[in-house]
């Protein structure tokens, strides 16, 4: 296995043990199995199932080269809706029943536009050669802030925390990227403008009447 495939894979790990602990976590210390909704189970599923899946992608690329196998491209078309719908979904339950705010909503609801726009940006890249695996990280880490945001509450601390771990996190590639190529490669730049992008709207919507009436018309 080259170092490339190890690297790509530590992240697909990393990424599913911070989702593992973050809602796992908080569904043992927080909430009783028995009062979570049969929505919430789903997504945890669809999520976990998507994460493993990712792992596995990691492990299996490897040394191999070409175009992305077709079983490959199968179960990613096939997961990916899911994960989007399932995402969707329990947002708009937990806002209409007062467990999120507006800027929880307007966040999550970047994170699901972010997850679409780098996801369709993968199944056009689909080299095995390293850029494949590469927009398939950055995929993933739009999609991670949820499970950051859960394990700063178990420390008691605010999204602000959640946002240094992401921070963490997109440094942490970045600083592979210099190591390794000398450069950033476009799909992190782009991950990083999405990123920063939805943390400036969330700060600005929720506070704009327009934004709130219009959300309270399609979901209240």
């Excluded at 993968?122 to 859960?150: C, H, Q, W």
């Amino acid at each position: 296995m080259n170092n490339n495939s190890i690297y790509f894979l530590v992240c697909s790990i990393l990424m599913l043990v911070l989702a593992v602990f973050g809602f796992g976590g908080n569904a043992l210390f927080y909430d009783s199995l028995s009062q979570v909704s049969n929505w919430v189970l789903l997504h945890g599923l669809i999520m976990f199932s998507w994460l493993i899946w990712m792992c596995i992608q990691s492990f299996l690329v490897r040394n191999r080269k070409g175009r992305l196998p077709k079983a490959w491209f199968s179960w990613n078309v096939l997961l990916a809706p899911l994960v989007l719908l399932s995402l969707v979904l329990v947002t708009i339950f937990a806002f209409q029943s007062g467990k999120k705010t507006l800027e929880d909503l307007t966040f999550n609801l970047f994170v699901c536009l972010n997850f679409v726009i780098l996801f369709r940006a993968t199944m056009k890249n689909d080299s095995l050669g390293g850029e494949y695996e590469r927009y398939m990280v950055m995929t993933n880490l739009a999609i991670i802030f949820p499970a950051l945001k859960r394990i700063s509450g178990f420390l008691n601390q605010g999204a602000e925390l959640a946002l240094v771990f992401l921070a963490c996190l997109l440094m942490g590639v970045f600083v592979y990227e210099l190591r390794v190529l000398n450069r950033i490669t476009k799909v992190s730049w782009l991950g990083l403008v999405l990123i920063v992008f939805g943390v400036i709207c969330t700060a600005v919507l929720p506070g704009l009447q327009f934004w709130e009436a219009l959300i309270n018309q399609l979901l209240l």
